[in-house]
């Protein structure tokens, strides 16, 4: 008898505490202003985003050099972790902004929330659980990223949001511009004319099959991946693969970690030439070895898209300078003097 | 001695025991007062309190501040600090469970693979979107790894029968079941088709609180609390098993089905917990053993203390990792596993009775 | 309680144990099991208290099929004092005293409880003993708490494993003694696995005589203990007195060379 009342009682405290937690109702609703003008936007996770026009006060987890170059840093009240290129190229005001997040994955709420911002840009790393704080507390939440496919779209919707839509285009047309150049002048190759290349980043004999964005910039540069067929997305490939497959190009990705400056590149360059099982490639033979950051190859990827044609099809691309396009690039657009190194050679 | 004295060396051991209980319970609740007094936000002490007593006492008419503050305090620190007590508690409540009935002071919920089922389950969840249930929409993971810690548990508990449900078979079913489902997360990792996927899986696996909010711990709190509750009662089966299984059937006690149960309940409440938090380690490990160095090894005073122990370690280690480096975290996974070195090293070097002879 | 074995037998895997073993236990008896090593004495007593199921055979206690009564309620009638004794986890003398108390405590310990403990320490002398931890006392200590959690459960039979093996004279009379007092002050039957033929013969009531499993000899001590007897069983030839206590002293002589069989040890 007794243990059933223990039970019992088990039972009905854990209801107690459960009809009290609804009761108190520990939500605060965030009282609704007089109404704005809202433009509503899909992000890249299939929400309609309402968001109140004018934004007065962003947070930018994400996409921080998007809304400097469409003009609207000074909107900014918060931001998270910056590479050294991108700050590099962002007026130092950006610097002194508070960092709320290392990444979408860490944000601090208390932080965010306390900026009172009215729009909050973050990618796929954010969970669910902290998008629906933000938005429980009257804050849209655009979950979206700069890569394709979403790239074009999401600068059209910050460009539509911002009032900057002149702006937006013009950065995507300028991107378009070079992407067309490159397809347009490759467009006639045939395969034969493609060079084979082993495409390699992060650790030794680390590559990319095809689905992945890196396979679609090798072939976009009129290139051919030995890789391509893998059944693994990031493959590890066996050294007697890639030597048996011979490529006419070895291209590896760098990233900060590697080093910025030139020596570094050079060193990474030097230790694949020095590889045995490269030796008697043709990519070694013909010192077609080439360094290239991510930087380039990812983030501004027009640019990167430039590095690699040239690099494969030098004939085709005499006219182009990729560090001179760079360079122009971002005094265009983002005012500022570029510096560093980004290919090698 | 004569039997009035030796009656009341129980009833003093007794009161101290509880007095002990009692006396970290009261500095769990100081913990708590200074969790929410703290944070990267600008609410402190004075704006956390006119917080709480506006809405525990709304005949008093209190202001409770600005809307931000509100929601600083109720629906970012405040969840935080009871998902906190409530995982720290359950995992600690857990482990005293399965050192009981498995006759071990070294082992813990994670023994039965659990950790790296619900690490698989989650990976799968986050890497290839595959899912076994969704029941709420953005609890994939959750779901996922919870479910397959349950299929851990009987996974092992199949295989420790083959032999007989004891101790040993168990803990031996529990290593295979690990490395099984580890072997299948490293394989995930390596197959899955984004990168930023592989490290969602190991950000997953690290073990934080920082997703608390009110939904998420009133889907955990009954399992918890059920589960911890059944626990409690079989303190003096757990008592009784330490004295060997022979002994333990003599006195009336089916240790093996003891075992069992204890065994599920344990994982439950533990599968539950890290299914939203990751993996939190060693809190099931040092609470128990802590507890038992103040109180003893009567079940029935170890298993809340190891509860109130649980709920004030995981508490000050969450504080702790959200303020130190702020705005950024430490996941407090990391500093779990870091209070269990010097721990360990210490038990090493000591030779006191207090643990295992 | 009157204890009634019918037909037990017991294997592990294929080795058989205990082969339909008879025997009967009366009120207030003191019955001795003796045997060689891996005659099946232990696997005896386990199999009374369901600490084993037997393959076949029933144990009856007052008629009633021991398979048929719960383990918590059994608990209540036979306490079992193993040959030796751990504990994983530290307790101090009371509460592994106490934990004889648990087939009648469903949580709070009761002020009768405490009661029981506390005569039964008294009883035993090892009253100064209370708060010590059981882990820290010698083995003639030890093996006296364990005799007092078994009478803590306050049953009617006891059964004891060897419960001298590891005492030095003195205490060995002691504890026997208690034991037979017991059965004559209470309501207790006793059951003792004996390795030492001249204690068992001196404190028992009646004797059964184990090898390879199977009941030798059963009776009183004058009429187990026989030179043919001893010799049969144990291989050894001995020499059959009777002690100033009017009770049977074995002397040992000589193992028996050839013709006989060694018992392996099993268990």
Known sequence: MRKRTVVLSAIIIVLVIVALAYTINLYVPFETAPQKETITIVDNTGVYVEVEVPVERIISIMATEIICLLGHEDKIVGRSLLSADVEAILPPSILDLPVVAESSFSPNMELILELEPDLVLVDEGLSSENRKTMEDAGIPVINDMLMEPRRKIFIKNLGLILGAEEKANEFIDYEEYYENLVKERIENLTTSEKPSVYFEWYMSWFSASAGSEFHDMLVDAGGINIAAGEPVLYPTLSPEYVADENPDFIIRMSTYLDGEDLAAFQTLRDEILSRPALSESKAVKEGKVCVIKNTVLVDRRPIGLLYLAKWFHPSLFEDIDPAAVHEQMIQQFFGADLEGVFAYP | ?357 | MKLVINGLSFSYNSIAALKDVELELGLNEVLSIVGPNGSGKTTLLKCIDRILKPNQGAVLIDGRDAANIGLDELAKIIGYVPQSSTSTFPYTVFDVVLMGRKPYIRWSVSERDKEIIAEILKFLGISELAARYFNELSGGEQQKVIVARALAQQPQILLLDEPTSNLDIKHQLEVLSIIKGLTQSRQLSVIMAMHDLNLASRFSDKMAMLKHGCIFAVGTPKSVLTEENIESVYGVKSHVTNSVLDRPQVTPIAPIATGVENSEESK
């Open chain 2, 1 to 357: 001695m004569n039997t009035t004295e030796v009656k009341r060396l129980y009833t003093e051991a007794k009161a101290r025991k509880v007095l002990a209980i009692l006396s970290i319970f009261v500095v769990l609740l100081i913990a708590v007062v200074i969790s929410i007094s703290l944070g990267a936000g600008s609410p402190r002490f004075a704006e956390a309190m006119q917080v709480i007593f506006s809405k525990l006492f709304p005949f008093l008419e209190i202001d409770p501040g600005s809307k931000i503050t509100q929601v600083i305090i109720l629906d970012i620190r405040l969840p935080r600090i009871v998902l906190a007590i409530m995982a720290g508690a359950g995992l600690a409540v857990s482990g005293a469970t399965l050192q009981g009935v498995l006759r071990n002071p070294l082992v813990s919920p994670f023994i039965l693979g659990i950790s790296s089922a619900a690490g698989f389950g989650a990976a799968l969840a986050i890497a290839l979107g595959v899912g076994i249930l969704m029941p709420f929409k953005g609890y994939l993971e959750v779901f996922n790894a919870f479910i397959f810690s349950v299929i851990a548990v009987f996974m092992v508990y199949g295989i420790a029968r083959i032999r007989g449900i004891t101790p040993e078979s168990v803990i031996l079913a529990g290593v295979a079941i690990n490395y099984i489902f580890s072997a299948m997360l490293a394989l995930i990792q390596y197959i899955a088709p984004e990168h930023t996927a592989v490290r969602a899986v190991v950000y997953w696996l690290l073990g934080r609180l920082s997703n608390a909010n009110w939904e998420t711990i009133l889907l955990i709190l009954p399992i918890v609390l059920v589960a911890t509750v059944l626990m409690m009662r079989h303190s003096w089966d757990m008592n009784v098993m330490s004295l060997g299984e022979e002994v333990a059937i003599s006195l009336g006690v089916n240790s093996r089905r003891v075992l069992a149960i204890c065994m599920a309940l344990g994982a439950l409440a533990t599968a539950s917990i890290i299914s939203f938090t990751g993996v939190i380690g060693f809190i099931c490990l040092v609470s128990p053993h802590i507890a038992r160095m103040m109180i003893g090894s009567d079940h029935r005073f170890l298993l809340p203390c190891s509860i109130v122990l649980g709920a004030l370690l995981l508490l000050c280690s969450d504080t702790f990792a959200r303020l130190v480096i702020m705005p950024s975290e430490i996941p407090v996974g990391i500093l779990t596993s870091l209070i269990g070195v010097p721990f360990f090293v210490y038990l090493l070097l000591s030779r006191r009775r207090l643990f295992w002879h």
